[in-house]
């Protein structure tokens, strides 16, 4: 796990973990990192002083499994309950949010610029919590 500073272009600065430090780079690419305080996605690295070896901080035992399996438990939520559109969810997003196409929940895949476009139209868009890795991707 590694932690960032952080900051949004609004100047609103926060902290966020990541699994690796190439995470950040992915997360930003696919459009899946906003502001906590104003939900702008264009949020930057900040400069952070080096952590110096050392103990870790305690950590609550089971605390990383309770979080993947609450993911988990959502993303089972949507994906039972919710209707797939596949790579047409920026579409059918916005026809949603528009009044032409009946209101319900949807998920899909939509590229970074499409996901960009929605939040600056104001079509509320959330990222669906990943899938837990099989049991070959655990290290």
């Known amino acids: ?6 900051a949004c272009d609004s100047g609103h600065e926060f902290e966020a973990w990541f699994g690796d430090s190439t995470d950040f780079d992915d997360q930003s690419a696919r459009g899946l990192l906003t502001c906590p305080l104003c939900d702008s996605p264009s949020v930057r690295k900040q400069i952070m002083s080096p952590a110096i070896a050392g103990k870790r901080p305690p950590t609550e035992p089971g605390a990383r499994s309770m979080m993947m399996e609450v993911m988990g438990r959502v993303r089972a939520h949507v994906e039972e ?9 920026a579409a059918e997003a916005r026809r949603i949010h528009h009044g032409s196409a009946e209101a319900r929940g949807i998920y899909g895949e939509a590229s970074a610029d499409e996901v960009k476009a929605l939040r600056e139209d ?10 837990a890795p099989g049991k070959s991707e655990i290290h």
């Open 81 to 89: 309950n919710f209707d797939y559109v596949g790579d047409g969810f």
């Open 122 to 131: 104001g079509v509320p868009v959330a990222p669906l919590p990943p899938a």
């Open 1 to 6: 796990m590694i932690r960032y500073a952080l």
